[in-house]
């Protein structure tokens, strides 16, 4: 959908919202003014290795309680939070990657939030307009699994999902979560909206962020603690060879996340000062080499280079530097 189209359906959005105050359709596209949760159109499923393919509704009752004690849950165990994002739900292949790799690699509670119909196309403007009711309904369960003992938090979210955290750090304050991945985070009326309605630092004790698609669908502004810019984060090598590239580029970023649970030799980055930078060819590969994925050091900040293969297994391990550029 054009820039144009975005603007002109927002308004259609502006001018209904006015006129009711009850969840309604605009077209195919299903507008929720009724921010209460839980919502039907927000569900919660838990995998763990005692159910790898048919995940377990979290349902949680209007009084706040839940059935998640009843479930496979152990709170002892880390917990995966997966968000998907516009045009998709919950079983999209690279999604389920990630689900099915941290089940590989170990005991674990695997969360996917599925708001699909809130989600679905070709309502994008108002896909966005309801991420922040999602967002306060993941808070809500957030909620009742650190009441049951949860601590290990960690939230994933793709493209559009990856903004919906956002809205869960604010429902959950003074608390923080421990730790938010955005995969690619939606570029498309972002730009100029306040750091407190998308993804930020400032929304959990540490956020990393994977670009792949800049410009296009996905943020060019760092959104994170630490940013990796894969292979720069604006193509993908590989992509243009696929029937649609720029679908490509942006879905990597889930992808090569999901690659880096159980990857044996790693992706690894550089520090580069910014896009400008690198753009110029002024960022040769160059030492601390940084672990880019889910074994991320936390402690590591700013702006950083990933090159990747063209196919699986995307992973390069360490890279070499030259001694003319150190």
Known sequence: MALGSFLIFGAMVSTAL?????????????????????????????????????????????????????????????????????????????????????????????????????????????????????????????????????????????SLGAHVPAFTARALRPYKLPRITGLDPAMPLYVTVSRDEKLDPRDADFVDVFHTNAFIQGKVEASGHIDFYMNGGITQPGCWEKRNPFGCNHHRAAVYFAESINSEVGFWGWPCPGLLSYLLGLCPPRFPAVLAGDRCNTQYRGFHLVKTR????????PFTVDPRDT
Request: with cysteine; glycine share 8%.
């Open 18 to 158: 006015a006129q009711t105050g009850r969840d309604f359709f605009l077209g195919p596209c299903l507008v929720k003014t009724n921010r209460t949760c839980p919502d039907d159109e927000v569900k919660f499923f838990l995998y763990t290795r005692r159910n790898r393919e048919n995940g377990q509704e979290v349902n949680i009752t209007t009084s706040g309680s839940s059935n998640i004690r009843e479930l496979n849950f152990n709170p002892v165990n880390p917990t995966k939070v997966i968000i998907h994002g516009y045009n998709s739900d919950m079983q999209l292949d690279s999604l389920v990657s990630i689900r099915n790799e941290y089940l590989v690699r170990g005991e674990c509670n695997v969360i996917a939030v599925d708001w699909h119909r809130l989600a679905a196309a070709p309502c994008y403007p108002v896909a966005v307009h309801n991420v922040p009711h999602v967002g306060r309904c993941l808070g809500q369960l957030i909620q009742i699994l650190r009441d049951v003992g949860a601590t290990d938090l960690h939230v994933i979210g793709f």
């Open 310 to 317: 063209a196919q699986e297994p995307f992973a390069e391990g």
